[in-house]
T-cell receptor, first 115, second 112 residues
Framework: NAGVTQTPKFQVLKTGQSMTLQCAQD?????MYWYRQDPGMGLRLIYY???????DKGEVPNGYNVSRLNKREFSLRLESAAPSQTSVYFC??????????????FGSGTRLTVV | EDKVVQSPLSLVVHEGDTVTLNCSYE??????LLWYKQEKKAPTFLFML????IEKKSGRLSSILDKKELFSILNITATQTGDSAVYLC????????????FGQGTILTVHP
């Protein structure tokens, strides 16, 4: 029972480099999300996908892009990494957007450092 | 804009103590309020509250919602060192329609 799987778990980037964070869920959930977590700020929504084929901006989308590749997979791309993007990134999924019955299921996170 | 504020931001207690964590919110159209426990990695779901005055309980943890005064509390009785974690409150509803808006979290440390 894998739930939500994120890769990689750790990454160090140089300013200006690009990378993609991968996320896959095996619970047949329709909705998927990307959050970032910074000290003292809780989790902030970057992008979300209500269902396969749709994506929308969250609270802090600047500097990121996403792709909902299929129902299972939702990737987050940093085109030109900046030190301000140093954070822990969490992917999450839920049955549907409007009714998070039982709450979201989170992946184990990616700790990203941009130097 | 939806807003979730948790207090205190950090708390240090000894095993056996009872703690109360607070979560206040502002939202246009309330759907639900959720509590999560975050240890080293991913947040794990504790409770979802949708109705005022109905206590949700799981072992030593309990939570209640007051929709009139716009807050929720999470109680932990007879704390154990394993309760040490960040406790997150999250709001679903209003302008964010089902997407969760999180508070800053409360860091709870339980000493033996």
């Amino acid at each position: 029972n894998a739930g939500v799987t994120q890769t990689p778990k750790f990454q160090v980037l140089k300013t200006g480099q690009s990378m993609t964070l991968q996320c896959a869920q095996d619970m047949n959930h329709n909705s998927m999300y990307w959050y970032r977590q910074d000290p003292g700020m809780g989790l902030r929504l970057i992008y979300y996908s209500a269902s396969e084929g749709t994506t929308d901006k969250g609270e802090v989308p600047n500097g990121y892009n996403v792709s909902r590749l299929n129902k299972r997979e939702f990737s987050l791309r940093l085109e030109s990494a900046a030190p301000s993007q140093t954070s822990v990134y969490f992917c999450a999924s839920s049955e549907a957007l409007g009714t998070p019955r039982g709450g979201y299921t989170f992946g184990s996170g990616t700790r990203l450092t941009v130097v | 804009e939806d807003k979730v504020v948790q207090s205190p931001l950090s708390l240090v207690v000894h095993e056996g103590d009872t703690v109360t964590l607070n979560c206040s919110y502002e939202v246009t159209n309330f759907r639900s309020l959720l509590w999560y426990k975050q240890e080293k990695k991913a947040p794990t779901f504790l409770f979802m509250l949708t109705s005022s005055g109905i206590e949700k309980k799981s072992g030593r943890l309990s939570s209640i919602l007051d929709k009139k005064e716009l807050f929720s509390i999470l109680n932990i009785t007879a704390t154990q060192t394993g309760d040490s974690a960040v406790y997150l409150c999250a709001l679903a509803g209003g302008t964010s329609y089902g997407k969760l808006t999180f508070g800053q979290g409360t860091i709870l440390t339980v000493h033996p």
